[in-house]
């Protein structure tokens, strides 16, 4: 089965950049995915990323897949105080069995200013 | 504000007793998802259901069960709780479970049970 893995924390300064690493098994998943949830909330999209691709940037979020090494990450510049929270890496992958979607254990991320 | 409204927020329950917990959606998404959030372990999937009518089981069923009488609502029973059963429970929504393309969900705020 799909495994992903996080690692559990991260800690940043206020202005520096972040990255956030993830790493999956099941080489043909279709899409990988960076959700961020925040403190007593439920989890939102951050961005997505197809597998057919290598990067994508969203103003101050880049995303970087490098599919021969299975590793996603997600790249946030200018980190600001309200960048904390947990951030989760998931990827989707399509089965005749059914579709599945497999999250990872989340990175808390702690901006210090 | 269109979204997922989960009931109740918290809820503290003595074991062996049985528990509903609430997920209605208001976007007409086709898929509900009924996941828990535990320490290290990230969220994973109890049930699902990817159209009004049908179900699924997910990794860890064990213990909960749920139906999909209409579209907007996607309750979770868990028949008798036990003490692992203590976590944060989410549910989700996405247009469609079975597409190829980009499943994006939206999620819920949560519902945290703790079961003693």
């Known amino acids: 089965g799909e495994d992903v893995e996080q690692s559990l924390f991260l800690s940043v300064r206020e202005g520096d950049s972040s990255v956030i690493n993830c790493t999956y098994t099941?080489?043909?998943?279709?899409?990988l995915y960076w959700y961020k949830q925040e403190p007593g909330a439920g989890l939102q999209l951050l961005t997505y990323?197809?597998?057919?691709?290598d990067m994508k940037q969203d103003q101050r979020l880049t995303v970087l897949l490098n599919k021969k090494d299975k590793h996603l990450s997600l790249r946030i510049a200018d980190t600001q105080t309200g960048d904390s929270a947990i951030y989760f890496c998931?990827?989707?992958?399509?089965?005749?069995?059914?579709?599945?979607?497999?999250f990872g254990g989340g990175t808390r991320v702690l901006v210090k200013p | 504000t269109a979204g997922i409204t989960q009931a109740p927020t918290s809820q503290i329950l003595a074991a062996g007793r049985s528990m509903t917990l609430r997920c209605t959606q208001d976007m007409r998404h086709n898929a509900m998802y009924w996941y828990r959030q535990d320490l290290g372990l990230g969220l994973r999937l109890i049930h699902y259901?990817?159209?009004?009518?049908?179900?699924g089981k997910g990794e860890v069923p064990d213990g909960y069960s749920v139906s999909r009488a209409n579209t907007d609502d996607f309750p979770l029973t868990l028949a008798s709780a036990v003490p692992s059963q203590t976590s944060v429970y989410f549910c989700a929504s996405s247009e469609t479970g079975w597409t190829a393309g980009a499943n994006v969900l939206t999620f819920g705020a949560g519902s945290r049970l703790t079961v003693l």
């Open positions: 099941d080489s043909s998943s279709t899409y």
């Open positions: 990323i197809f597998s057919n691709m």
């Open positions: 259901s990817n159209t009004a009518g049908t179900t």
């Open positions: 998931a990827a989707w992958k399509i089965k005749a069995a059914g579709n599945k979607l497999t």
